[in-house]
Every structure is written in structure tokens, then in C-alpha cells.
């Protein structure tokens, strides 16, 4: 029997469910204390593909250090950029198509790294099969949300909850 790739959202949020301020940064993420690596080792085992959007990339892009998903294969969709550059290619059309092809390729998981925009679409399309959510220990009151008032009701299983210092880490499966 042939497994079927898994889409993984692997991504930290506050307490009330933002995943970076307003410009993209994640200052308030980093500066938590956390036991270990989080399980990030553990996901990178498991994957050999990342999506995510146009505006996580360019975040990704600017840190102070050589681009960490350089050895998988890079999906990003945007409406502004095209083609291809060095570590990725631009899509920019049907996300519930383009993600069901891609998991019907051979191949490991696929982690799907955000932003937040391309997380309500995901959530739209039903396309998100496992979350793992580390929670940190802070309410942001605003920034880019994970979450917004779209009417979708989707049921997950919870696998599996981690205190990690200061991190609540969790684990769901798609029922």
C-alpha cells in the first residue's frame, strides 16, 4: 500500500492565535524559553518539500543566515513573483489543485510553513492533514492572525501535547 504525503502546518503562535506582528517578525517567538528543538529536527526528517507564502518567504529570506531549506524542494505561492529563483518556484494558481497533485507525487511530507493568508486558504480547502502548534506563553492582541472569522469547522484528533519549558507544543491529526 502506497502512503499518501501528509500536509504538516508545523508553526508557532501566541495564545490568541498570532503567528508574527504586523511586519513579520517573531521577536516574541524567539525570546521564548523552550526545552530542546521543539520537534523542528524531528519534522525535518519527515519532509523533503516546503510551501509556503510569499510574504513567510521573504521573512525566511531576510534572516541573518544562509536560506535553512535550501536541500528540500521550495513552493512558494505568490501573485507577484514568477518562475523560479535560486532556492524556490512560484505558484500562482489553484492551491487545492496544485496541493492535491503534489501529494499524489512520490515522496516524504510536506511542511507547510505559513503565512497567515495562505493558512486561511488552506483552511478553506480542507488541506491541512496534521498541525503541530507550539504555543508560546503571550498574547500579541494583534499581528497576523492564524486564525479569522471564516465559517469552517474542520476535526482534528489530538496525538499528543508537550510542555516544553515554556512552549505548549500540539500534536492533531485530521480525523
Known amino acids: 500500500m502506497e502512503k499518501h504525503r501528509k500536509i504538516i502546518l508545523y508553526i508557532g503562535t501566541s495564545i490568541d492565535g498570532y503567528i508574527a506582528n504586523n511586519?513579520?517578525?517573531?521577536?516574541?517567538?524567539?525570546?521564548?524559553?523552550?526545552?530542546?528543538?521543539?520537534?523542528?529536527?524531528?519534522?525535518?526528517?519527515?519532509?523533503?518539500?516546503?510551501?509556503?507564502?510569499?510574504?513567510?518567504?521573504?521573512v525566511v529570506r531576510g534572516f541573518d543566515m544562509d536560506y535553512?531549506?535550501?536541500?528540500?524542494?521550495?513552493?512558494?505561492?505568490?501573485?507577484?513573483a514568477?518562475?523560479?529563483d535560486e532556492y524556490a518556484t512560484f505558484i500562482d494558481g489553484d492551491i487545492k489543485a496544485f496541493i492535491q497533485e503534489l501529494k499524489q507525487q512520490p515522496g516524504k511530507d510536506i511542511w507547510f510553513i505559513g503565512g497567515g493568508n495562505l493558512?486561511?486558504?488552506?483552511?478553506?480547502?480542507?488541506l491541512i492533514d496534521e498541525f503541530q502548534l507550539a504555543i508560546a506563553p503571550i498574547v500579541l492582541g494583534k499581528g497576523i492572525?492564524?486564525?479569522?472569522?471564516?465559517?469552517?469547522?474542520q476535526k482534528y484528533t489530538?496525538?499528543?501535547?508537550?510542555?516544553?519549558?515554556?512552549?505548549a507544543m500540539l500534536h492533531y491529526v485530521k480525523k
Open 145 to 153: 492572525s492564524l486564525y479569522t472569522g471564516d465559517d469552517i469547522t
Open 119 to 126: 493558512a486561511r486558504e488552506f483552511f478553506k480547502e480542507n
Open 23 to 58: 511586519d513579520g517578525t517573531l521577536e516574541w517567538l524567539e525570546t521564548t524559553e523552550v526545552e530542546g528543538d521543539s520537534g523542528y529536527n524531528t519534522l525535518l526528517e519527515r519532509i523533503d518539500t516546503v510551501v509556503m507564502g510569499k510574504g513567510t518567504y521573504d
Open 68 to 80: 535553512p531549506y535550501r536541500t528540500y524542494k521550495n513552493y512558494v505561492f505568490s501573485k507577484s
Open 82 to 84: 514568477t518562475g523560479s
Open 158 to 167: 489530538l496525538t499528543k501535547v508537550e510542555k516544553l519549558s515554556q512552549l
